[in-house]
């Protein structure tokens, strides 16, 4: 299994700019979850999803930020317009709902690191 | 308000010795543990979970133990090697349904040898 592909590995852009993460998940998997890493904060939960309807975007932090999941194996996110204060690496994360201790391990992507200049 | 904490941003210990790493949560509604483990450029990985039924859980040279009165568990690793050398995030979550993790900061753990 290929495991959670997110793409770009990086991203530099300017402020201003729209800024686009994409997420494809483990097949099979039907949750999936963004995070932000930053050096403040930790890594905290940005928006899940459970078979592709968006669960809590709480976390979301303003009005720029929006994802999608159109169908079980692709999921963006998206920022427009970008701030330098958006700069952080961004994780997509993906599981399976089932029984036992196997539940709920999210299995993450190597991340998209974002500067926004 | 750190629902999640672990209070030790970093911590060496020698090759060989027993690396103990720890975390406390303050939601007592949480009901299942995780301990994840992130190198530089990667994402983090799975490490070892337990659930609040338990009190010790076993893997090898890795051993979660949970104290849910104290509300802590905390990380052993033994014998500890160069290749542990990474940061360890505590992650705390509900036992059904398929929820987020709320994670911890990291302890960054360098293994001397």
């Known amino acids: 299994d290929a495991g959670v592909i997110q793409s770009p590995r990086h991203e530099v852009t300017e402020m201003g700019q729209e800024v686009t993460l994409r997420c494809k998940p483990i097949?099979?998997?039907?949750?999936l979850f963004w995070y932000r890493q930053t050096m403040m904060r930790g890594l905290e939960l940005l928006i899940y999803?459970?078979?592709?309807?968006?669960?809590?975007d709480s976390g979301m932090p303003e009005d720029r930020f929006s994802a999608k999941m159109p169908n079980a194996s692709f999921s963006t996110l998206k920022i427009q317009p970008s701030e330098p204060r958006d700069s952080a690496v961004y994780f997509c994360?993906?599981?399976?709902?089932?029984?036992?201790?196997?539940?709920?391990?999210?299995?993450f992507g190597a991340g998209t690191r974002l500067s926004v200049l | 308000d750190q629902q999640v904490k672990q209070n030790s941003p970093s911590l060496s210990v020698q090759e060989g010795r027993i690396s103990i790493l720890n975390c406390d949560y303050t939601?007592?509604?949480?009901?299942?543990f995780l301990w994840y483990k992130k190198y530089p450029a990667e994402g983090p990985t799975f490490l070892i979970s337990?659930?609040?039924?338990?009190d010790k859980n076993e893997d090898g040279r890795f051993t979660v133990f949970l104290n849910k009165s104290a509300k802590h568990l905390s990380l052993h690793i033994v014998p500890s090697q160069p290749g542990d050398s990474a940061v360890y995030f505590c992650?705390?979550?509900?036992?059904?349904?398929?929820?987020?993790?709320?994670f911890g900061k990291g302890t960054r753990l360098s293994v001397i040898a």
């Open positions: 994360a993906s599981s399976l709902e089932g029984r036992g201790l196997a539940k709920n391990i999210q299995y």
């Open positions: 097949s099979g998997h039907n949750s």
């Open positions: 999803f459970n078979n592709n309807v968006p669960i809590d």
């Open positions: 939601n007592s509604m949480f009901d299942y």
């Open positions: 337990i659930s609040s039924i338990k």
């Open positions: 992650a705390a979550s509900f036992l059904y349904g398929n929820t987020p993790l709320v």
